[in-house]
């Protein structure tokens, strides 16, 4: 993989794509399925992975590739994949080292759909979840792992509750039971937070939000660190350190190195699930990704302006944003992402679940829609919409409570999101 020794701001504006003479300035789009070849031999060698090259755009394409190149350079990992969606990434995440009779630990605060892939859909697939609370002491976190536990798993701020990881804790334990730490950092971006640093061994980016950061495409992106020792644990990966019969015989570990685990997800996985993502899709994500620099510090700035604002109000009964004086995860925050988290809070109203409903019928500014982390302001009730799959149990131990509003703060003007907030809260009788 092309690595650049560059900072940040630079690998978003110029990393993935290096032109050479006469070729376009801005990335292209690869819009092919396949890729010619002039001969047979030169084909086959491409099958059983003896040469690197394209040849159908499920498995790999040049512009997807770019991209993926682009976020693990962000993230400082060695290798990297595109997917059709966050949700397919850490399906593939997981599936790529777990199968039926294994078992992974899962911080229970998590996005809802991902509870559902866990507690619902994996266990269909024979793979077991144990949640726990993420601000437990290591002790107790340590209890629920057993014999065939294979991955541990966190975002590092949770959606919707957003309670920021203590990412060496997770990752100590991780290590001390011999598994890797797979943490989504959808919500922070490798701007304000790289996982690696801490100590984490793969990174999951649902691409639809802040990378995007204009809602024109779902996408996930899995970015490997090449840290995790897996032929360590032979008999805990065998699916990376054993030969593959579907490729003759070949072993991942020893044919790709640290390009292993991206290698056989892409090879194996893509090849045989397929949601890969489309090159039209990856080419409006890196639009996304040359602006992320800019963008992420004015999502936190606005976001802190409009936090505060919610908290001078007599209507609003509580205020959840972690770089909140006060706030739960401050103190982690200011540790693992001193420069901001993101632009998404919480808040709730006095009166619950109805006044909520209201208040968002109100606003004509801030959008209600099914999203978070992109330019424009936007609101949800999760209890109502993207959680109304959980029951009240579920719900809390998410980090969900009924009142729970969730707000996405984009990058307009902040007093014009302010106002908009203001005049909805004025037409509540509730004070
Ligand atoms: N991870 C997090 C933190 C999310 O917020 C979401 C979606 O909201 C996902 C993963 C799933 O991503 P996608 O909607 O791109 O499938």
């Given at each position: 993989?092309?690595?650049?020794?560059?900072?940040?701001?630079?690998?978003?504006?110029?990393?993935?794509?290096?032109?050479?003479?006469?070729?376009?300035?801005?990335?292209?789009?690869?819009?092919?399925?396949?890729?010619?070849?002039?001969?047979?031999?030169?084909?086959?060698?491409?099958?059983?992975?003896?040469?690197?090259?394209?040849?159908?755009?499920?498995?790999?394409?040049?512009?997807?590739?770019?991209?993926?190149?682009?976020?693990?350079?962000?993230?400082?990992?060695?290798?990297?994949?595109?997917?059709?969606?966050?949700?397919?990434?850490?399906?593939?995440?997981?599936?790529?080292?777990?199968?039926?009779?294994?078992?992974?630990?899962?911080?229970?605060?998590?996005?809802?759909?991902?509870?559902?892939?866990?507690?619902?859909?994996?266990?269909?697939?024979?793979i077991d979840v144990t949640f726990v609370d993420q601000d437990a002491p290591a002790e107790e976190i340590i209890k629920a792992f057993r014999p065939n536990t294979k991955v541990l798993f966190a975002e590092t701020i949770s959606n919707p509750a957003m309670n920021v990881l203590d990412i060496e804790k997770f990752a100590k334990i991780a290590h001390s039971q011999g598994v890797p730490l797979i943490l989504d950092n959808t919500f922070p971006t490798p701007i304000?937070?790289?996982?690696?640093?801490?100590?984490?061994?793969?990174?999951?980016?649902?691409?639809?939000?802040?990378?995007?950061?204009?809602?024109?495409?779902?996408?996930?992106a899995i970015v490997d660190s090449g840290n995790f020792d897996w032929d360590a644990y032979p008999d805990k990966f065998p699916g990376l350190t054993q030969p593959d019969e579907s490729y003759h015989g070949l072993t991942y570990t020893k044919s790709f190195g640290k390009g292993a685990y991206i290698t056989k997800a892409t090879v194996q996985l893509m090849r045989d699930l397929g949601s890969a993502q489309s090159p039209q899709n990856a080419f409006l994500i890196n639009i996304g990704l040359e602006t992320l620099h800019l963008r992420m510090p004015r999502?936190?700035?606005?976001?802190?302006?409009?936090?505060?604002?919610?908290?001078?109000?007599?209507?609003?009964?509580?205020?959840?944003?972690?770089?909140?004086?006060?706030?739960?995860?401050?103190?982690l925050a200011k540790k693992y992402m001193p420069d901001g988290t993101c632009g998404v809070m919480t808040f709730g109203l006095k009166g619950g679940r109805e006044v909520s409903v209201n208040f968002m019928d109100n606003l004509k500014l801030v959008a209600i829609v099914t999203h978070v982390a992109d330019a424009r302001t936007c609101v949800l009730h999760p209890a109502s919409h993207t959680h109304r799959q959980l029951s009240d149990e579920q719900l809390i131990a998410a980090g969900v409570a009924p009142d729970l509003i969730r707000l996405s703060i984009g990058i307009e003007n902040a007093d014009d999101i302010i106002k908009d907030i203001e005049q909805a809260l004025d037409q509540l009788s509730v004070k």
């Open positions: 993989m092309e690595k650049e020794k560059r900072n940040l701001e630079t690998i978003c504006v110029q990393a993935g794509w290096t032109p050479k003479k006469g070729e376009p300035r801005v990335l292209p789009i690869y819009q092919s399925t396949t890729f010619k070849y002039e001969t047979s031999d030169q084909m086959a060698k491409l099958f059983d992975l003896e040469e690197s090259g394209y040849f159908y755009t499920r498995l790999q394409n040049p512009t997807n590739d770019a991209v993926a190149n682009k976020i693990a350079q962000l993230e400082g990992g060695v290798a990297a994949m595109l997917t059709a969606s966050g949700q397919a990434a850490i399906f593939y995440a997981i599936f790529n080292i777990c199968s039926a009779g294994d078992h992974l630990v899962s911080a229970s605060a998590i996005y809802g759909g991902t509870f559902n892939l866990f507690g619902v859909t994996l266990k269909k697939l024979g304000n937070c790289r996982p690696f640093e801490w100590g984490a061994d793969i990174v999951v980016h649902s691409t639809t939000k802040y990378m995007d950061g204009h809602a024109t495409s779902v996408g996930g999502h936190c700035e606005n976001a802190v302006k409009v936090a505060e604002f919610l908290q001078s109000r007599p209507e609003v009964a509580w205020v959840n944003h972690p770089q909140l004086k006060g706030n739960k995860s401050y103190e």
